[in-house]
């Protein structure tokens, strides 16, 4: 069993920076794919990003690509997601999730095995 905390997230301006933390539980942190999916107000949660277990490979949705950055430290069992020139659409509950099979370009959020409790973003305008 994994249990993951999310934390880091808060009120920023439009331009702003956040990082967001999520910080796992449990053994073998190394061997899951690790991601970031949001939620807006009113809207269907939404993938934003992968890493996979080592770190070497990521993948991110258009719309954050060049702003969002997305890390682990294996030896913290810590995902990081760096979130830079933050906009008002970016405004979300944020969720880290951890699967031990997807890889980062198939992360269904319907399959995963492990979700956080999800930590806002709110980034006003």
């Known amino acids: 069993q994994v249990q993951l905390v999310e934390s880091g997230g808060g009120l920023v301006q439009a331009g702003g920076s956040l990082r967001l933390s999520c910080a796992a539980s449990?053994?073998?942190?190394?061997?899951?794919?690790m991601g970031w999916f949001r939620q807006a107000p009113g809207k269907e949660r939404e993938f934003v990003t992968a890493?996979?277990?080592?770190?070497?490979?990521?993948y991110y949705r258009d719309s954050v690509k060049g702003r969002f950055t997305i890390s682990r430290d294996n030896a913290k069992n810590t995902v990081y997601l760096q979130m830079n020139s933050l906009k008002p659409e970016d405004t979300a509950v944020y969720y880290c999730?951890?699967?031990?099979?997807?890889?980062?370009?198939?992360?269904?959020?319907?399959?995963?095995?492990?979700w956080g409790q999800g930590t806002l973003v709110t980034v006003s305008s």
């Open positions: 890493i996979s277990g080592s770190g070497r490979t990521t």
């Open positions: 999730a951890a699967d031990s099979l997807a890889g980062v370009r198939s992360f269904p959020q319907s399959h995963l095995d492990f």
């Open positions: 449990g053994r073998s942190f190394s061997s899951y794919t």
